[in-house]
Protein backbone atom coordinates (compact mmCIF):
# COMPACT_ATOMS: atom_id res chain seq x y z
CA UNK A 1 0.00 0.00 0.00
CA UNK A 2 3.25 2.54 0.20
CA UNK A 3 6.06 3.00 -2.20
CA UNK A 4 8.72 4.08 -0.24
CA UNK A 5 7.28 6.25 2.58
CA UNK A 6 4.17 7.58 0.34
CA UNK A 7 0.90 5.61 0.50
CA UNK A 8 -1.41 4.86 -2.46
CA UNK A 9 -5.05 4.58 -2.93
CA UNK A 10 -6.86 1.84 -3.41
CA UNK A 11 -9.14 1.36 -6.44
CA UNK A 12 -10.54 -1.88 -7.60
CA UNK A 13 -8.36 -3.70 -5.79
CA UNK A 14 -5.10 -1.88 -6.63
CA UNK A 15 -3.35 0.36 -4.45
CA UNK A 16 -2.59 3.22 -7.19
CA UNK A 17 -0.31 6.45 -6.97
CA UNK A 18 -3.09 9.58 -8.54
CA UNK A 19 -2.96 9.77 -12.24
CA UNK A 20 -1.64 13.52 -11.93
CA UNK A 21 1.34 12.48 -9.78
CA UNK A 22 0.33 14.74 -6.95
CA UNK A 23 0.61 13.96 -3.19
CA UNK A 24 -0.16 15.55 -0.09
CA UNK A 25 1.84 15.71 3.06
CA UNK A 26 0.30 15.58 6.48
CA UNK A 27 2.30 16.52 9.75
CA UNK A 28 1.55 15.15 13.33
CA UNK A 29 -0.50 17.90 15.30
CA UNK A 30 2.02 17.80 18.37
CA UNK A 31 5.57 18.91 16.77
CA UNK A 32 4.76 19.97 13.48
CA UNK A 33 7.13 16.76 11.51
CA UNK A 34 5.71 14.98 8.33
CA UNK A 35 3.87 12.08 9.78
CA UNK A 36 2.77 10.64 6.02
CA UNK A 37 2.50 11.20 3.00
CA UNK A 38 -0.12 9.88 0.72
CA UNK A 39 -1.74 10.45 -2.92
CA UNK A 40 -3.57 14.02 -3.66
CA UNK A 41 -6.54 12.02 -6.12
CA UNK A 42 -7.63 13.95 -9.45
CA UNK A 43 -11.00 13.44 -11.14
CA UNK A 44 -10.17 11.36 -13.42
CA UNK A 45 -8.94 8.62 -10.32
CA UNK A 46 -11.95 9.46 -8.46
CA UNK A 47 -14.05 8.31 -11.41
CA UNK A 48 -12.21 5.28 -11.99
CA UNK A 49 -13.26 4.54 -8.40
CA UNK A 50 -16.96 5.10 -9.07
CA UNK A 51 -16.68 2.99 -12.20
CA UNK A 52 -15.08 -0.14 -10.40
CA UNK A 53 -17.02 0.57 -6.91
CA UNK A 54 -20.52 0.46 -9.71
CA UNK A 55 -19.44 -2.57 -11.32
CA UNK A 56 -18.19 -4.27 -8.68
CA UNK A 57 -21.54 -3.85 -6.46
CA UNK A 58 -24.10 -5.77 -8.12
CA UNK A 59 -21.86 -9.39 -7.98
CA UNK A 60 -21.12 -8.39 -4.51
CA UNK A 61 -25.11 -8.24 -3.60
CA UNK A 62 -25.55 -11.34 -5.18
CA UNK A 63 -22.75 -12.85 -2.87
CA UNK A 64 -24.49 -15.24 -0.21
CA UNK A 65 -24.85 -13.47 3.15
CA UNK A 66 -22.83 -16.03 5.63
CA UNK A 67 -20.20 -15.48 3.05
CA UNK A 68 -19.87 -11.34 3.07
CA UNK A 69 -19.97 -12.12 6.89
CA UNK A 70 -17.26 -14.05 6.42
CA UNK A 71 -15.13 -10.68 4.56
CA UNK A 72 -16.23 -8.97 7.66
CA UNK A 73 -14.88 -10.88 10.38
CA UNK A 74 -12.04 -11.64 8.22
CA UNK A 75 -11.27 -7.78 8.36
CA UNK A 76 -12.18 -7.53 12.12
CA UNK A 77 -9.24 -10.09 12.67
CA UNK A 78 -6.90 -8.20 10.88
CA UNK A 79 -7.29 -5.47 12.28
CA UNK A 80 -6.86 -7.04 15.70
CA UNK A 81 -3.73 -8.24 14.87
CA UNK A 82 -2.44 -5.30 13.45
CA UNK A 83 -3.61 -2.88 16.72
CA UNK A 84 -0.23 -1.51 17.38
CA UNK A 85 0.45 -0.82 13.94
CA UNK A 86 -2.51 1.00 13.36
CA UNK A 87 -2.74 2.96 16.63
CA UNK A 88 0.88 4.48 15.56
CA UNK A 89 -0.66 6.15 12.92
CA UNK A 90 -3.32 7.14 14.81
CA UNK A 91 -1.09 8.51 17.48
CA UNK A 92 1.28 10.07 14.30
CA UNK A 93 -1.64 11.89 12.12
CA UNK A 94 -4.21 12.59 15.06
CA UNK A 95 -2.71 12.81 18.51
CA UNK A 96 -5.03 10.36 19.97
CA UNK A 97 -2.94 9.04 23.31
CA UNK A 98 -1.80 5.10 22.60
CA UNK A 99 -3.94 3.35 24.61
CA UNK A 100 -7.20 5.58 23.20
CA UNK A 101 -5.76 4.81 19.95
CA UNK A 102 -5.43 0.72 20.88
CA UNK A 103 -9.03 0.98 21.88
CA UNK A 104 -10.52 2.85 18.90
CA UNK A 105 -9.08 -0.11 16.33
CA UNK A 106 -10.42 -3.45 18.75
CA UNK A 107 -13.43 -0.82 19.33
CA UNK A 108 -13.89 -1.14 15.50
CA UNK A 109 -12.94 -5.17 14.78
CA UNK A 110 -16.08 -5.71 17.94
CA UNK A 111 -18.24 -3.22 15.59
CA UNK A 112 -17.47 -4.83 12.34
CA UNK A 113 -17.99 -8.55 14.04
CA UNK A 114 -21.20 -7.61 15.86
CA UNK A 115 -22.40 -6.02 12.19
CA UNK A 116 -21.67 -8.69 10.22
CA UNK A 117 -23.85 -10.94 13.04
CA UNK A 118 -26.70 -8.11 13.06
CA UNK A 119 -26.59 -8.13 9.49
CA UNK A 120 -27.45 -11.79 8.78
CA UNK A 121 -30.52 -11.64 10.81
CA UNK A 122 -31.69 -8.26 8.72
CA UNK A 123 -35.10 -10.34 7.45
CA UNK A 124 -37.59 -8.52 4.91
CA UNK A 125 -41.01 -9.52 5.66
CA UNK A 126 -44.15 -11.27 4.11
CA UNK A 127 -47.23 -9.16 4.26
CA UNK A 128 -50.60 -10.46 3.13
CA UNK A 129 -53.87 -7.86 1.65
CA UNK A 130 -56.38 -9.02 3.89
CA UNK A 131 -55.05 -7.25 6.91
CA UNK A 132 -56.23 -3.58 5.07
CA UNK A 133 -60.02 -2.82 5.51
CA UNK A 134 -62.25 -4.16 2.61
CA UNK A 135 -59.58 -6.68 0.94
CA UNK A 136 -59.27 -10.43 0.52
CA UNK A 137 -56.44 -12.61 0.94
CA UNK A 138 -55.48 -12.50 -2.55
CA UNK A 139 -52.37 -10.59 -2.78
CA UNK A 140 -48.95 -11.58 -0.61
CA UNK A 141 -46.51 -8.80 -0.53
CA UNK A 142 -42.44 -10.32 -0.12
CA UNK A 143 -40.74 -6.94 0.95
CA UNK A 144 -37.00 -7.34 0.70
CA UNK A 145 -34.60 -4.76 2.14
CA UNK A 146 -32.04 -4.12 -0.75
CA UNK A 147 -28.70 -2.45 -1.35
CA UNK A 148 -28.50 1.39 -2.62
CA UNK A 149 -25.42 0.91 -4.52
CA UNK A 150 -22.11 2.80 -3.63
CA UNK A 151 -22.17 4.51 -0.48
CA UNK A 152 -19.38 7.23 -0.28
CA UNK A 153 -18.42 7.34 3.99
CA UNK A 154 -16.83 9.85 4.72
CA UNK A 155 -15.27 10.34 8.19
CA UNK A 156 -13.63 13.02 9.95
CA UNK A 157 -10.23 13.13 11.70
CA UNK A 158 -11.33 12.14 15.64
CA UNK A 159 -12.32 8.39 14.72
CA UNK A 160 -10.88 8.09 11.41
CA UNK A 161 -10.52 4.36 12.05
CA UNK A 162 -14.26 3.73 14.04
CA UNK A 163 -16.39 6.35 12.49
CA UNK A 164 -15.26 4.52 9.04
CA UNK A 165 -16.12 1.00 10.35
CA UNK A 166 -19.06 2.37 11.54
CA UNK A 167 -20.26 3.30 7.29
CA UNK A 168 -18.47 0.66 5.93
CA UNK A 169 -19.13 -2.48 7.49
CA UNK A 170 -23.28 -1.95 7.78
CA UNK A 171 -23.13 -0.47 3.78
CA UNK A 172 -20.89 -3.98 2.68
CA UNK A 173 -22.93 -6.49 4.80
CA UNK A 174 -26.28 -5.25 3.08
CA UNK A 175 -24.80 -5.55 -0.03
CA UNK A 176 -23.28 -2.26 -1.36
CA UNK A 177 -19.72 -1.27 -2.52
CA UNK A 178 -18.35 1.88 -0.81
CA UNK A 179 -15.71 4.62 -1.40
CA UNK A 180 -13.97 5.96 1.42
CA UNK A 181 -12.79 9.11 1.08
CA UNK A 182 -10.41 9.38 3.90
CA UNK A 183 -9.99 12.38 6.45
CA UNK A 184 -7.05 14.75 5.32
CA UNK A 185 -5.57 14.54 8.74
CA UNK A 186 -5.82 10.79 9.29
CA UNK A 187 -5.51 9.33 5.80
CA UNK A 188 -3.37 6.56 6.65
CA UNK A 189 -5.36 5.13 9.77
CA UNK A 190 -8.51 5.41 7.44
CA UNK A 191 -6.57 3.44 4.46
CA UNK A 192 -5.50 0.96 7.30
CA UNK A 193 -9.09 -0.02 7.85
CA UNK A 194 -9.79 -0.20 3.55
CA UNK A 195 -6.35 -2.22 3.61
CA UNK A 196 -8.04 -4.52 6.41
CA UNK A 197 -11.07 -5.21 3.61
CA UNK A 198 -8.61 -5.81 1.41
CA UNK A 199 -6.86 -8.23 3.07
CA UNK A 200 -9.87 -10.16 3.76
CA UNK A 201 -10.02 -10.67 -0.04
CA UNK A 202 -13.39 -8.84 -0.20
CA UNK A 203 -13.67 -9.02 -4.16
CA UNK A 204 -11.67 -5.64 -6.54
CA UNK A 205 -13.69 -2.79 -6.35
CA UNK A 206 -16.05 -3.64 -3.75
CA UNK A 207 -13.69 -1.35 -0.99
CA UNK A 208 -12.42 1.17 -2.61
CA UNK A 209 -10.77 3.90 -0.93
CA UNK A 210 -9.74 7.98 -2.23
CA UNK A 211 -6.90 10.61 -0.22
CA UNK A 212 -6.80 14.04 -1.18
CA UNK A 213 -8.71 17.71 0.21
CA UNK A 214 -12.16 17.66 1.06
CA UNK A 215 -11.93 21.51 -0.22
CA UNK A 216 -10.51 20.57 -3.42
CA UNK A 217 -12.26 17.10 -4.01
CA UNK A 218 -15.16 17.23 -1.85
CA UNK A 219 -18.23 18.57 -4.78
CA UNK A 220 -16.52 15.86 -6.90
CA UNK A 221 -17.25 13.25 -5.28
CA UNK A 222 -20.26 14.32 -3.39
CA UNK A 223 -22.46 15.24 -6.72
CA UNK A 224 -20.19 12.62 -8.45
CA UNK A 225 -23.81 10.42 -10.42
CA UNK A 226 -22.46 7.11 -9.62
CA UNK A 227 -23.10 8.03 -5.70
CA UNK A 228 -26.26 6.56 -4.40
CA UNK A 229 -25.72 7.14 -0.80
CA UNK A 230 -23.55 9.69 1.18
CA UNK A 231 -22.50 9.19 5.15
CA UNK A 232 -20.58 11.65 6.49
CA UNK A 233 -19.76 12.54 10.03
CA UNK A 234 -17.81 16.16 10.25
CA UNK A 235 -18.20 19.67 11.23
CA UNK A 236 -22.01 21.28 10.64
CA UNK A 237 -20.66 23.91 7.59
CA UNK A 238 -19.55 20.71 5.91
CA UNK A 239 -22.94 18.83 6.26
CA UNK A 240 -24.73 21.14 5.40
CA UNK A 241 -23.26 22.66 2.03
CA UNK A 242 -22.82 19.07 0.83
CA UNK A 243 -27.17 18.37 2.13
CA UNK A 244 -27.57 21.45 -0.38
CA UNK A 245 -25.13 20.66 -3.03
CA UNK A 246 -26.29 16.48 -4.05
CA UNK A 247 -29.77 15.68 -5.39
CA UNK A 248 -31.97 12.95 -4.28
CA UNK A 249 -30.10 10.52 -2.70
CA UNK A 250 -30.11 8.95 0.33
CA UNK A 251 -28.06 11.12 2.93
CA UNK A 252 -26.96 9.67 7.23
CA UNK A 253 -25.47 12.68 8.32
CA UNK A 254 -23.79 12.81 12.43
CA UNK A 255 -22.58 16.16 12.71
CA UNK A 256 -21.49 18.81 15.44
CA UNK A 257 -22.72 18.92 18.84
CA UNK A 258 -23.38 20.94 21.63
CA UNK A 259 -24.09 18.44 24.31
CA UNK A 260 -25.15 20.36 28.19
CA UNK A 261 -24.75 18.53 30.89
CA UNK A 262 -27.62 19.63 33.77
CA UNK A 263 -26.73 19.23 37.29
CA UNK A 264 -30.30 18.78 39.61
CA UNK A 265 -29.77 20.38 43.00
CA UNK A 266 -30.53 16.52 44.40
CA UNK A 267 -27.72 14.89 41.91
CA UNK A 268 -24.83 13.03 43.55
CA UNK A 269 -22.18 15.65 42.95
CA UNK A 270 -19.07 13.24 42.73
CA UNK A 271 -20.72 11.16 40.30
CA UNK A 272 -21.72 14.05 38.46
CA UNK A 273 -18.31 15.92 38.39
CA UNK A 274 -16.68 12.65 37.42
CA UNK A 275 -18.64 12.04 34.37
CA UNK A 276 -18.28 15.87 33.41
CA UNK A 277 -14.74 15.81 33.40
CA UNK A 278 -14.35 12.50 31.31
CA UNK A 279 -17.05 13.83 29.31
CA UNK A 280 -15.56 17.09 28.75
CA UNK A 281 -12.27 16.23 28.42
CA UNK A 282 -11.24 13.17 26.76
CA UNK A 283 -9.06 13.17 23.66
CA UNK A 284 -8.64 16.68 24.45
CA UNK A 285 -12.48 16.99 23.94
CA UNK A 286 -12.61 16.48 20.16
CA UNK A 287 -15.66 14.09 20.47
CA UNK A 288 -18.89 15.49 18.62
CA UNK A 289 -20.28 13.49 22.31
CA UNK A 290 -18.60 15.65 24.42
CA UNK A 291 -19.82 17.68 27.39
CA UNK A 292 -19.63 21.61 25.81
CA UNK A 293 -21.79 23.44 28.21
CA UNK A 294 -22.56 22.43 32.13
CA UNK A 295 -25.63 24.28 33.10
CA UNK A 296 -25.40 23.52 36.91
CA UNK A 297 -28.92 24.30 39.12
CA UNK A 298 -28.68 26.41 42.20
CA UNK A 299 -27.59 25.98 44.91
CA UNK A 300 -25.14 23.01 43.86
CA UNK A 301 -22.92 25.34 41.81
CA UNK A 302 -20.31 26.09 44.10
CA UNK A 303 -20.21 22.80 45.08
CA UNK A 304 -19.82 21.13 41.87
CA UNK A 305 -17.38 23.94 40.54
CA UNK A 306 -15.32 22.72 43.44
CA UNK A 307 -15.12 18.93 42.25
CA UNK A 308 -15.18 19.30 38.52
CA UNK A 309 -12.13 21.91 39.30
CA UNK A 310 -10.24 18.82 41.42
CA UNK A 311 -10.89 16.49 38.48
CA UNK A 312 -9.68 18.42 36.00
CA UNK A 313 -6.59 19.29 37.86
CA UNK A 314 -5.65 15.69 37.83
CA UNK A 315 -5.70 15.23 34.17
CA UNK A 316 -2.29 15.09 32.36
CA UNK A 317 -1.27 16.87 29.50
CA UNK A 318 1.58 16.24 27.16
CA UNK A 319 2.67 13.93 24.48
CA UNK A 320 0.09 11.22 23.09
CA UNK A 321 2.45 8.67 23.00
CA UNK A 322 3.08 9.02 27.14
CA UNK A 323 -1.04 8.50 27.13
CA UNK A 324 -1.51 11.53 28.85
CA UNK A 325 -5.19 12.88 28.79
CA UNK A 326 -4.67 15.94 26.60
CA UNK A 327 -3.37 16.20 24.19
CA UNK A 328 -2.48 19.05 21.26
CA UNK A 329 -5.67 19.62 19.34
CA UNK A 330 -5.69 18.54 15.40
CA UNK A 331 -3.95 21.87 14.11
CA UNK A 332 -3.24 25.49 14.64
CA UNK A 333 -5.97 26.73 13.06
CA UNK A 334 -8.50 24.80 15.84
CA UNK A 335 -5.83 25.73 18.38
CA UNK A 336 -6.28 29.42 17.01
CA UNK A 337 -9.78 29.22 17.24
CA UNK A 338 -10.23 27.54 20.50
CA UNK A 339 -8.14 30.73 21.77
CA UNK A 340 -10.57 33.08 19.96
CA UNK A 341 -13.56 31.74 22.46
CA UNK A 342 -11.09 31.79 25.65
CA UNK A 343 -10.49 35.37 24.99
CA UNK A 344 -13.85 36.23 24.52
CA UNK A 345 -15.11 34.49 27.32
CA UNK A 346 -12.22 36.30 29.51
CA UNK A 347 -12.42 39.86 27.96
CA UNK A 348 -16.02 39.37 29.05
CA UNK A 349 -15.24 38.70 33.01
CA UNK A 350 -16.50 34.52 33.07
CA UNK A 351 -14.30 33.24 35.85
CA UNK A 352 -11.13 31.15 35.13
CA UNK A 353 -11.51 28.74 37.45
CA UNK A 354 -8.88 26.14 35.38
CA UNK A 355 -6.95 28.93 33.66
CA UNK A 356 -5.61 28.91 30.05
CA UNK A 357 -2.18 28.07 28.78
CA UNK A 358 -0.81 27.09 25.35
CA UNK A 359 2.10 25.72 23.99
CA UNK A 360 2.14 25.64 19.96
CA UNK A 361 -1.53 23.33 19.56
CA UNK A 362 -1.24 21.88 23.38
CA UNK A 363 -3.61 23.38 25.09
CA UNK A 364 -4.55 22.86 28.69
CA UNK A 365 -7.81 21.94 30.03
CA UNK A 366 -9.23 25.12 30.61
CA UNK A 367 -13.09 25.30 32.66
CA UNK A 368 -14.72 28.90 32.95
CA UNK A 369 -17.61 29.14 35.86
CA UNK A 370 -20.57 31.97 35.52
CA UNK A 371 -20.07 31.87 31.59
CA UNK A 372 -23.38 34.10 30.55
CA UNK A 373 -25.27 34.07 27.10
CA UNK A 374 -23.33 37.11 25.41
CA UNK A 375 -20.36 34.62 25.64
CA UNK A 376 -19.63 33.28 22.64
CA UNK A 377 -18.07 29.86 24.46
CA UNK A 378 -21.89 29.35 25.62
CA UNK A 379 -23.10 28.81 22.03
CA UNK A 380 -20.00 27.42 19.85
CA UNK A 381 -18.35 24.19 19.58
CA UNK A 382 -14.63 24.87 20.54
CA UNK A 383 -13.51 21.00 19.91
CA UNK A 384 -10.49 21.58 21.80
CA UNK A 385 -10.08 21.13 26.19
CA UNK A 386 -12.56 24.28 27.22
CA UNK A 387 -15.51 23.89 29.06
CA UNK A 388 -18.06 26.63 29.98
CA UNK A 389 -19.81 26.46 33.28
CA UNK A 390 -23.30 28.34 33.40
CA UNK A 391 -25.40 29.10 36.69
CA UNK A 392 -29.39 28.67 36.47
CA UNK A 393 -32.13 28.88 38.58
CA UNK A 394 -34.14 26.08 37.88
CA UNK A 395 -33.98 22.91 35.62
CA UNK A 396 -37.05 24.99 33.42
CA UNK A 397 -34.13 27.50 32.93
CA UNK A 398 -31.42 24.20 31.85
CA UNK A 399 -33.60 23.19 29.48
CA UNK A 400 -34.68 25.83 27.58
CA UNK A 401 -31.26 27.25 27.55
CA UNK A 402 -29.92 24.04 26.23
CA UNK A 403 -32.66 24.40 24.05
CA UNK A 404 -31.78 27.30 22.46
CA UNK A 405 -28.47 25.54 21.14
CA UNK A 406 -29.02 25.17 17.05
CA UNK A 407 -27.43 21.87 17.46
CA UNK A 408 -29.29 18.78 19.28
CA UNK A 409 -26.84 15.74 19.01
CA UNK A 410 -26.88 14.56 22.93
CA UNK A 411 -27.64 15.88 26.50
CA UNK A 412 -27.34 14.95 30.14
CA UNK A 413 -29.41 15.42 33.31
CA UNK A 414 -27.36 14.06 36.75
CA UNK A 415 -30.36 13.68 39.45
CA UNK A 416 -31.79 11.10 41.62
CA UNK A 417 -35.83 11.55 40.68
CA UNK A 418 -35.77 9.03 37.66
CA UNK A 419 -39.28 11.00 37.27
CA UNK A 420 -37.46 14.31 36.82
CA UNK A 421 -35.06 12.69 34.58
CA UNK A 422 -37.49 11.30 32.22
CA UNK A 423 -39.23 15.06 32.04
CA UNK A 424 -36.17 16.56 30.73
CA UNK A 425 -35.55 14.09 28.70
CA UNK A 426 -38.83 14.58 27.13
CA UNK A 427 -38.37 18.44 26.69
CA UNK A 428 -34.65 18.15 25.83
CA UNK A 429 -34.62 18.71 21.75
CA UNK A 430 -31.58 16.53 21.54
CA UNK A 431 -31.23 12.63 19.67
CA UNK A 432 -30.39 10.75 23.03
CA UNK A 433 -30.55 11.89 26.53
CA UNK A 434 -28.24 10.17 29.00
CA UNK A 435 -29.34 10.41 32.53
CA UNK A 436 -26.77 10.02 35.66
CA UNK A 437 -23.58 9.38 32.16
CA UNK A 438 -21.79 11.52 30.41
CA UNK A 439 -23.01 11.73 26.58
CA UNK A 440 -21.41 8.68 24.26
CA UNK A 441 -22.30 7.31 20.89
CA UNK A 442 -21.35 3.94 22.36
CA UNK A 443 -22.13 0.88 22.52
CA UNK A 444 -22.00 0.99 18.72
CA UNK A 445 -25.37 -0.78 18.62
CA UNK A 446 -27.44 2.02 20.40
CA UNK A 447 -28.52 4.56 17.98
CA UNK A 448 -27.04 7.92 17.05
CA UNK A 449 -28.52 10.18 15.93
CA UNK A 450 -28.77 14.43 15.99
CA UNK A 451 -32.01 16.45 16.19
CA UNK A 452 -31.72 20.02 14.30
CA UNK A 453 -28.19 20.79 12.82
CA UNK A 454 -26.49 17.70 13.92
CA UNK A 455 -27.48 15.72 11.64
CA UNK A 456 -29.62 13.76 9.61
CA UNK A 457 -30.79 9.62 10.38
CA UNK A 458 -29.80 7.79 12.99
CA UNK A 459 -26.59 5.42 12.83
CA UNK A 460 -25.40 2.87 14.98
CA UNK A 461 -25.11 -0.76 13.79
CA UNK A 462 -29.16 -2.05 13.16
CA UNK A 463 -30.20 1.80 11.93
CA UNK A 464 -27.17 2.38 9.39
CA UNK A 465 -28.43 -1.64 8.36
CA UNK A 466 -31.56 0.15 7.42
CA UNK A 467 -30.25 3.47 6.21
CA UNK A 468 -28.08 1.79 3.79
CA UNK A 469 -30.51 -0.46 1.94
CA UNK A 470 -34.19 0.38 0.77
CA UNK A 471 -37.34 -1.18 0.52
CA UNK A 472 -38.52 -3.47 -2.53
CA UNK A 473 -41.69 -5.44 -2.66
CA UNK A 474 -42.64 -8.09 -5.23
CA UNK A 475 -46.35 -8.24 -5.21
CA UNK A 476 -48.00 -11.55 -6.10
CA UNK A 477 -51.65 -11.45 -7.30
CA UNK A 478 -53.47 -14.58 -6.86
CA UNK A 479 -56.27 -15.95 -8.24
CA UNK A 480 -57.38 -17.51 -5.52
CA UNK A 481 -57.60 -16.74 -1.89
CA UNK A 482 -54.69 -18.38 -0.20
CA UNK A 483 -55.00 -19.30 3.83
CA UNK A 484 -52.34 -21.29 4.99
CA UNK A 485 -53.97 -24.05 7.50
CA UNK A 486 -52.63 -26.53 9.76
N1 LIG B 1 -21.89 13.92 15.14
C1 LIG B 1 -20.82 13.17 15.03
O1 LIG B 1 -20.90 11.96 15.04
C2 LIG B 1 -19.47 13.80 14.88
C3 LIG B 1 -19.30 15.10 14.50
N2 LIG B 1 -18.06 15.61 14.33
C4 LIG B 1 -17.94 17.00 13.99
O2 LIG B 1 -16.91 17.15 13.01
C5 LIG B 1 -16.14 18.32 13.22
C6 LIG B 1 -14.68 17.99 13.31
O3 LIG B 1 -14.31 17.05 12.38
P1 LIG B 1 -13.58 17.48 11.02
O4 LIG B 1 -12.96 16.26 10.45
O5 LIG B 1 -12.73 18.65 11.24
O6 LIG B 1 -14.84 17.92 10.19
P2 LIG B 1 -14.92 18.43 8.67
O7 LIG B 1 -16.34 18.75 8.45
O8 LIG B 1 -13.92 19.45 8.39
O9 LIG B 1 -14.48 17.15 7.82
C7 LIG B 1 -15.18 15.93 7.89
C8 LIG B 1 -14.87 15.13 6.66
O10 LIG B 1 -15.47 15.77 5.52
C9 LIG B 1 -14.48 15.98 4.52
N3 LIG B 1 -14.84 17.15 3.74
C10 LIG B 1 -14.48 18.44 3.95
N4 LIG B 1 -15.04 19.23 3.03
C11 LIG B 1 -15.79 18.44 2.22
C12 LIG B 1 -16.61 18.66 1.09
N5 LIG B 1 -16.80 19.87 0.58
N6 LIG B 1 -17.20 17.60 0.51
C13 LIG B 1 -17.04 16.38 1.01
N7 LIG B 1 -16.28 16.10 2.08
C14 LIG B 1 -15.65 17.12 2.68
C15 LIG B 1 -13.20 16.12 5.28
O11 LIG B 1 -12.09 15.96 4.45
P3 LIG B 1 -10.74 16.80 4.74
O12 LIG B 1 -10.24 16.29 6.03
O13 LIG B 1 -9.90 16.49 3.57
O14 LIG B 1 -11.14 18.24 4.80
C16 LIG B 1 -13.38 15.02 6.32
O15 LIG B 1 -13.13 13.77 5.75
C17 LIG B 1 -16.71 18.90 14.50
O16 LIG B 1 -17.59 19.94 14.19
C18 LIG B 1 -17.47 17.77 15.15
O17 LIG B 1 -18.51 18.10 15.98
C19 LIG B 1 -16.95 14.87 14.49
C20 LIG B 1 -17.07 13.57 14.85
C21 LIG B 1 -18.33 12.94 15.10
O1 LIG C 1 -16.94 11.35 16.51
C1 LIG C 1 -17.35 11.53 17.62
O2 LIG C 1 -16.99 12.48 18.25
C2 LIG C 1 -18.16 10.43 18.11
O3 LIG C 1 -19.11 9.98 17.28
C3 LIG C 1 -18.25 10.27 19.54
O4 LIG C 1 -17.99 8.97 19.86
P1 LIG C 1 -17.73 8.64 21.37
O5 LIG C 1 -18.91 9.16 22.14
O6 LIG C 1 -17.63 7.16 21.43
O7 LIG C 1 -16.46 9.33 21.76
Not at 8 to 29: A, Y
Not at 310 to 338: C, F, M, Q, R, W
Request: aromatic content about 6%; overall charge neutral; proline content about 5%.
Amino acid sequence: MKQGNVFKFLVNGEWRTSSTGKTMKEVTPYDNTEAYEFQSCSQQDIDDVFKAANKAQRSWAKTPLWKRAEYLKKAAAILRENKDEIATALVKEIAKNRKSSVSEVVRTADLIEYTAEEGTRLAGKLMTSDSFPGQKRDKLCLVHRVPLGVILCIPPFNYPVNLCASKVAPALITGNSVVIKTPSQGAVSALYLAAAFHLAGVPAGVVNAVTGKGSEIGDFLTTHPLVNCISLTGGGTTGMSVCKKVGMIPLQMELGGKDAAIVLPDADLDLAAKAIVSGAFSYSAQRCTAVKIVLAVEPIGDELVKKVVEGVKKLTVGHPEDNSDITAVINKSSADYIESLVMDARQKGASEVCPYKREGNLLWPTVFDHVREDMKIAWEEPFGPVLPIVRVKSAEEAVEFANRSTMGLQGCVFTNDIEKAIHISDELSTGTVQVNGQPARGPDHFPFQGFKDSGLGSQGVYFSLEAMTKIKSTVINLRQESYPMN
